[in-house]
């Protein structure tokens, strides 16, 4: 049952959808696997989703933890749109529980303080317009958990011809998968590791659905996939997992599907494991090239051939990256190679534009 059917708008927050009632007079949100169930006032796990009464509300709807044009390739997005600047937009709070979270900060927030910027649908796709971005990007937290806040904005955004990327852990269940995803023209879902075990100690969660979500988006929605993994030292790097993982890729999802290996910095609850060292993204890298891949990357680090996009074909350089700058581009306007003629999977633009390259550019929307 949505809350949009039959009730009208609550005092606080935003109508949700994707929830029903129990017999026992609790509520269930029904967005993630994790099932919340809520007697009045209590929040899910992700908390931002609010039992208000008999209703489901969004309590974080046109609110913002901040707005920045970032280069797409920070996502990280290596075959869509090359080079272009993106609005990234968030709220607060995750519906995971990552003991390594990066941004911690915004998704393990409680404090709904952090919102500073009201930020109506309307608002961020004319920001994206003005400021010259050919996307908006649902990030720093998890939009799985804002996603009618997210899909009132992709509306917006594609009706001013702004493409939409979500950057998500893409732990959702199957309605609103369906779509959230219709409405995203890219994604780049972190596939946190190939094991239940690490799902469920290191995020409280579980890997079945994750993989569920990138077979539908692959399979069954016209949404570009990417795949990132943070690599972190003697949980998720072993050359049995990565063959095990990078297999059921080529297996289940193509070779064609680009992989992004990220470097862990400590942080969070996991301050007392290193850094990853870079001979650990190349081997992931050649493991995941043995396996089959034909697009595979290092990410947070400096490497000329980790952040280059060879012909599959020919194996020419095409697109030289240094960290998330593009230093040269050699596709033709029809996305393929000019040496060879073989075309690389991705969405590229007739021509490129080279947007704002590494800069970072906050951005404020003016009251409406």
Known sequence: MSARDDHSTPAT??????????????????LCPRDCKLHEGQRGLCFVRQRVGEQMVLATYGRS???????????????????????????????????????????????????????SPQGIAQAARDSGAASVAF?????????????????ACHA??????????????PEPRRAFFAKMDAANVDLKAFTDEFYRQQTGSHLAPVLDTLQHIVHETDCWLEITTLLIPGLNDSTAELEAMTRWIAGNLGADV??????????????????TPQSTLTRAR????????????????????????????CAAPLIERDWHAVLHYALDAGGGCPHCGTRIP??????????????????????A
């Open 258 to 275: 680009p992989l992004h290996f990220s470097a862990f910095h400590p942080d969070y609850k996991m301050g007392d494991v290193p850094a």
């Open 65 to 119: 933890s901040g707005l920045c044009i970032d280069p797409i390739e920070k996502k990280p997005l290596n075959h869509f749109l090359p080079g272009s600047s993106v609005l990234s937009f968030g709220t607060a709070g995750c519906n995971l529980a990552c003991k390594f979270c990066q941004n911690w900060d915004i998704s393990k927030s409680r404090q709904m303080d952090t919102l500073m910027d009201a930020a």
């Open 286 to 313: 050649r493991i995941a090239l043995d396996q089959g891949l034909r697009h595979v990357y290092t990410g947070n680090v400096h490497d000329a051939e980790g952040g280059t996009t060879f012909c599959p074909g």
């Open 160 to 173: 001013l011809g702004i493409r939409t990327v979500a950057v998500t852990a893409g732990y959702i269940n």
């Open 13 to 30: 927050g935003s109508p949700a959808r994707w929830w029903h009632r129990l017999a026992d007079g609790r509520i269930q949100c029904d």
């Open 346 to 367: 991705g969405r590229f633009a007739p021509q490129f534009r080279r947007g704002l390259g590494r800069r970072r550019i906050p951005v404020r929307i003016a009251p």
């Open 139 to 155: 990030t720093y937290n998890d939009p799985v958990i804002f996603a009618e806040y997210a899909m009132d904005t992709a509306d």
